[in-house]
C-alpha cells in the first residue's frame, strides 16, 4: 500500500458521515469506566479498542442498524451482562452481536489466472537466493540470539468467522479473558467493515498469503518455529554450499534451537491413563519467549496471560530434533499413546472438539490441538486441524522402530484412524477450503503433505504397506498435485505462496518442468524486503480468535524459500 493511498484513506476515515452511533457511542457508557464485574473487559476495551490511535479511525463510523434503539439497547444489555454476571450465558450475550455480523464481507483471496513464465531462471539465480536466504537466517540468529517470528493483528478479521462461528467459541472457549477479546473484537469488526478504515486494515494483496505489512508487529519466540528454523537450516547445510564460517554457525544454532524445544520448553502434562507425560509448550514462562516489556504488558492486558503445551508444537519439536540428531531421553516417549487420548473417536466429539470451527469435515480419527496442562487448564478450549495431523504422521515415521509402531496394535490403529481422517478430507475435497484449517492456509497443507509423504517414502516397503494398505498417500499426493498445479501456480502467487508450491511439487515427485512458474516468481521478487531481508514477512500460520492474528516474518519466509529451493535444486539435478 502506497503512502498515497493510506493518506486518502485515513483522511477519508477522519472526515466520514456519521450515520448513526459509533463502536464508542455504544461501549463507552458501559465499558469506559466502572466499578465491580469483570475488570479485564473494560481493560481489554480501553487498551486493545479505545486506544488513541484506533479511536480517530473509527469514531465516525456508525451503523444505521443501531439507529433503532431497541437494538442499540440490547447491545449495551449484552455488554452489561458479559461485565457483571459472574458466569454470563455466553450465547445469549453474543447473540446481538452475532445478528449484526450478517454484512462484514470478508473473503478469501482470488488470485487471478496468470500465463506461465516461458523460461525457468538459471541455477545461478536459484543459488544466488538459497545464499541470501540461508545468510538472513544466520545473521538473524547471531543479531537476536534467536531466528524472531512476529504476531500482527489484522482487526477486520476472519473470513471464516461469522456470527456462527462467533457463537461456537464464545461458547467453546475456557478462558473468560479470552472470552471478552472474542467478543469485543467480533464487535469492533463490524464498525471496522463499514467504515473507510477498512482499507488501512485489509489493504488487497497479491497471491494466498496475507502480507504483514500492518506497523505493530509483535516479536516473540516459540519451540514451534525453532524446530521449523531447525529444519530449514538442515535442509541448507544439505546443499553443500556453506563456507565453514556458515557451517559453524548453523551447528551451533541448530543445537541451541533444539535444546530450547526439548529443554527450555518442556513441561509434565497428565496422560489419560493417569501417567506424565513431558511435553513441549507453545511458549515457554518469561523471559524465553523474548517478548519487549511494553508486549509483554500488553499481552497480559489482552488476555493471552495463560498458554498451554500443544500436540503439534511437541510433534514438530521430536521430528526436528530427530533430524538434527538428537539424542534426548525424552524422544524415547512413544507419543502415539499419548495422541491417542486426545484422538476423536466417531459420535464423542463434544468433550474433545468443543470450538467446531470446521465441523464440516468429519473429524472422526483426528488428533486435536491443545493439551491440558497439570493445573488443568485449556484457556482455548479444543479445536481440529487437519496439518497437525499431517506433523503427527511426519514424527511417527520417523520414529516408527524407536516408538516400536508396527510391533504395537494400539500404536498401529491410531495411526491408520489418522490416515482415514486424512483420507476422508482430501476425498471430499474439504483440504482445498480454508474453512477447514484452524491454524493454516491450504497451500500449507499441501506443503506439509508433502514433507510428510517423504518421511512415508523413506520406509521400507514392508512398513508402508503395514501403514497404508488402502493406498491412501498415493490418493492424496494425486489430489494434492493437481491442486497445487492447476490452483496455486497457475494463477498471481507471492514468493511464500511460490515455496510452498515449491516443496509440495518437489516432494511428491512433480515433472520439474512445473517448478517454472514458482521458480520464477521467488527470483523475480528477490529484494523486496528491503532492509528487512530478501522477502517481505508473510502469514504462516494464523489464529481465527479472537480476531485474525497473523504469525510470520521476513525470516520465516526466507526459511520457506530456502527450503522450496534447495529441494528443487536437488530434483533439477538429478535430471
Known sequence: MGLQTIAVAAYRSLTARKDGPSLYDVCDPVLLNYRGGDPHLGKFYRTALGNPALRP????????????????????????????????????VGAPIAELMADIDVRHPQPAPVAGPGQSPSPAEIDQVIRRCGAHLLRAFSANGFIPTYAAFNLIGDA??????????????????????TLLFNLARIFIAHSPARELINPPWRGIAEPMWQPM????????????????????????????????????????????????????????????????????????????????????????????????????????????????????????????GYQVREGANEPR?????????????????????????RPYGNDLDPTLNLDILEVSFR??????????????????????????????????????????????????????????????PAARH????????????????????????????????????LMALAHLGADVATFTPALACIVAQLGEGGRHGPYKAYEWNKMKTPTRILVGGPEVTSAFVLMGLALARRRMMKG
Not at 471464516?160 to 477479546?181: F, I, P, Q, V
Not at 467446531?356 to 480419527?365: F, M
Request: charged share 25%; net charge negative; proline share 5%.
Open 57 to 92: 479511525l473509527l469514531r465516525r463510523t456508525g451503523l444505521p442498524a443501531l439507529r433503532d434503539d431497541s437494538r442499540l439497547q440490547a447491545l449495551r444489555a449484552a455488554l452489561t451482562r458479559a461485565r457483571d454476571d459472574a458466569e454470563p450465558d455466553w450465547a445469549a
Open 466 to 501: 503395514a501403514i497404508d494398505p488402502k493406498g491412501t498417500f498415493e490418493l492424496i499426493r494425486k489430489r494434492v498435485l493437481v491442486y497445487v498445479e492447476t490452483e496455486i501456480i497457475a494463477r498471481e502467487m507471492n514468493p511464500f505462496d511460490a515455496a510452498l508450491a
Open 160 to 181: 471464516d468467522m461469522g456470527g456462527r462461528e462467533m457463537l461456537s467459541a464464545l461458547t467453546g472457549l475456557n478462558s473468560r479473558g479470552y472470552k471478552n477479546s
Open 217 to 340: 508487529q509483535i516479536r516473540h519466540r516459540s519451540a514451534y518455529y525453532d524446530a521449523f528454523f531447525t529444519e530449514a537450516l538442515l535442509s541448507y547445510l544439505e546443499t553443500g554450499m556453506v563456507s565453514a564460517a556458515e557451517t559453524a554457525t548453523s551447528n551451533r544454532a541448530i543445537a541451541e534451537m533444539v535444546d530450547f524445544c526439548l529443554r527450555t520448553s518442556a513441561e509434565d502434562v497428565p496422560a489419560h491413563d493417569g501417567s506424565t507425560v513431558r511435553v513441549v509448550t507453545a511458549l515457554a514462562p518469561l523471559p524465553h519467549p523474548r517478548f519487549s516489556k511494553f508486549f509483554s504488558q500488553i499481552k497480559q492486558d489482552l488476555g493471552f496471560g495463560i498458554y498451554v503445551p500443544d500436540c503439534d508444537t511437541t510433534a514438530c519439536s521430536f521430528s526436528a530434533a530427530a533430524q538434527a540428531g538428537s539424542t534426548d531421553p525424552i524422544l524415547d516417549q512413544p507419543l502415539l499413546d499419548f495422541y491417542r
Open 399 to 460: 520414529h516408527l522402530a524407536r516408538w516400536q509402531i508396527l510391533e504395537t496394535p494400539a500404536r498401529l490403529e491410531t495411526v491408520h484412524r489418522i490416515i482415514d481422517f486424512q483420507r476422508r478430507l482430501v476425498e471430499s475435497g474439504a483440504f482445498k477450503n480454508p474453512r477447514s484449517h484452524i491454524y493454516y492456509l491450504p497451500e500449507l497443507y499441501s506443503a506439509y503433505f508433502g514433507r510428510c509423504h517423504a518421511a512415508f517414502m523413506s520406509l521400507p
Open 353 to 377: 472438539v468443543t470450538v467446531p470451527l470446521n465441523d464440516h469435515i468429519d473429524y472422526e480419527g483426528g488428533v486435536v490441538t491443545w493439551i491440558d496442562n497439570l493445573a488443568g487448564e
